[in-house]
Every structure is written in C-alpha cells, then in structure tokens.
C-alpha cells in the first residue's frame, strides 16, 4: 500500500487531493496492480482518511471500471480482459474520432506546430530504438489532440476509458512492425489536422485505434 502515494505530485491548486484521485492515479501509474487487493484498513492509514472516505473513493472507482467490489471479500484492482480491452478501444475510436474532428476546425498554426514537435520527438525516439518513450510520448500527442478538440464530454469520457487499459500501454508498440506503422497512422492524423479537414482526421484516428485493436488482438494470439 505505500505505492498509492510514492512519487504523486503535489495537487496544483494546493487543494488535499482526494482518496479517490490518489487511488487513481495509482492504478493508472501500474503502483497497483490488478487484480489487487485493496485493504480499508491500509488504504485509511496510508491516504490519511476515515473508513467513510475511502469506501465512497472505492465506490467511485467501481464506477469507473478501474476498482471491483465484492460482497464479504472488499475490493481489488479490476483485470481488464484483452477482449474487453478491444472493445474499449472501439468506444475510444469512435469519441476520439470525434474529438479530432473538432480538433481540425480548431487548430491554430501554434497547435499544429506542436503536433509536429510531438512527432519529431516520436520519431527520434523510435530511430534510438526507445519503444517505450516514444510510446509516452504517443500518449501526450493524443492528450494534445484532445486538448486542442476542447470536446469537454468526449474528453472525459475517453479518460475514463483509456484508465481501463493502463495493463495494455506497451503491449502493443512491442508487437514487430507495429511503431512504424502506428508513426505514420499519428501523421496522417496531424497532417489532416494542419490541413483542417475534419472528416480525414476522425476517419485516420478510428483507422489508427482499429489497427492499435488489431495489434493487441494479434499479440494474444501470438501468446
């Protein structure tokens, strides 16, 4: 339980941050993992928070598929299947789609500078052989895709789901062949973008999350 809080950082509005974030932030971060369990008594003494606290935390984390609760046993870290996982990327493909959509419309030359930064840096990182980087930094390009859609809805629904797949974050990059092609799928995203065709843009972001689906379905089989 000492992995719940080591290395957060600090809450930037300088508020306490709450039982449920900390859990969070824990699971999404691999500190916990699933199939967990998760102890009320470790959990009040580690977060600092009543008995009262940390079950409302647990129940919203039900809620969010990332914490299953079960009668007489208390709770664990919820495993995500991989055909569960296939299916969550299929949701994400249609929101994120819709995401970039607006993200078309709204981007400035600054924005589409960025997006460009993001995938210099990809690709140096994939020509150093560092998988594992360039997948971070494939999380922060979709981060700034969604930021630049401004799709508040869309956005936080996508968080919730893409919190489900934190087990699946590298599987897929490792597969053989599939950082290349998944470099040219993020371009073919950015260069719709910078050209502000909207409909290019959804159709190569529900392209790219299709293939990211094909790959994590090929590397269980491969298994």
């Known amino acids: 339980m000492d992995k719940i809080v080591d290395n957060d950082p600090a809450s930037e509005s300088g ?11 824990a699971i999404v971060a691999g ?8 102890v009320e008594a470790d959990l009040t003494r580690r977060l600092g928070v009543g008995r009262s606290a940390v079950r409302t935390a647990l129940a919203r984390l039900e809620h969010e598929g990332l914490v ?20 969550i990327l299929q949701a994400r493909a249609a929101l994120e789609g ?22 210099a840096e990809m690709r140096a990182l994939l020509d150093a052989g560092d998988l594992l980087k360039a997948s971070d930094a494939n999380a922060v390009l979709h981060r700034r895709l969604l930021h630049i859609g401004g799709h ?20 897929t990059i490792l597969v053989p062949g599939r950082s290349e092609r998944s470099f040219a799928e993020h371009t073919a995203i950015v260069d719709a973008i910078a050209a502000h065709d909207g409909a290019g843009a959804e159709r190569a972001m529900r392209r790219h999350l299709s293939h990211v689906a094909d790959a994590l379905r090929h590397s269980q089989e491969a298994e």
């Not at 500190?31 to 998760?38: C, S, T």
């Not at 299953?68 to 299916?87: D, F, K, T, Y």
């Open 15 to 25: 508020e306490p941050e709450r039982p449920e974030d900390a859990l969070r932030a």
């Open 31 to 38: 500190r916990l993992m699933p199939n967990e369990r998760l």
């Open 68 to 87: 299953e609760l079960e009668p007489h046993r208390g709770a664990r870290v919820r495993l995500v299947s991989v055909p569960e996982a296939i299916e």
């Open 98 to 119: 819709l995401a970039v959509n607006r993200a078309a419309r709204n981007a400035t030359d600054a924005d589409i500078a960025d997006l460009r930064a993001i995938l």
């Open 152 to 171: 508040a809805t869309a956005n936080r629904l996508i968080d919730g789901l893409r919190s489900q797949l934190v087990r699946f974050t590298y599987r």
